[in-house]
């Protein structure tokens, strides 16, 4: 199994910054294993959706319309950790957002739900107007 944890949520004024972090711990085998990590949100009322996802070996990224230019994906593979920078934060960008890891070896970017076997707990983004 694989635990991921996400940190780095807060509340902060439209325009401001945040950076998250998705640290991932577990057996050795299931680590290697993923090839993609990516982030989700989900807003109080609608259904979770595809922010961000990064190739764990080739560093290719795909990134939602809404936050090109805005948000940067990135990982450190020593240290098993993702990164997600938030800068020009805007209220719509307030939710729970959360990591999720892709095991599928081999396979391209996925922007779907489904795709993603592990899931962290999710941490709070608020941004205040």
């Known amino acids: 199994q694989v635990q991921l944890v996400e940190s780095g949520g807060g509340l902060v004024q439209a325009g401001g910054s945040l950076r998250l972090s998705c640290a991932a711990s577990?057996?050795?085998?299931?680590?290697?294993?993923?090839?993609?990590m990516g982030w989700f949100r989900q807003a109080p009322g609608k259904e979770r959706e595809f922010v961000s996802v990064i190739n764990w070996h080739s560093g290719e990224t795909l990134y939602t319309d809404s936050v090109k230019g805005r948000f940067t994906i990135s990982r450190d593979n020593a240290e098993r950790t993702m990164y997600l920078q938030m800068n020009s934060l805007k209220p719509e960008d307030t939710a729970v957002y959360y990591c999720?890891?892709?095991?599928?070896?081999?396979?391209?970017?996925?922007?779907?739900?489904?795709?993603?076997?592990?899931w962290g707990q999710g941490t709070q983004v608020t941004v205040s107007s």
């Open positions: 577990g057996r050795t085998a299931n680590i290697f294993n993923i090839h993609a």
């Open positions: 999720g890891a892709d095991d599928r070896l081999g396979r391209s970017l996925s922007s779907e739900l489904g795709e993603y076997t592990y």
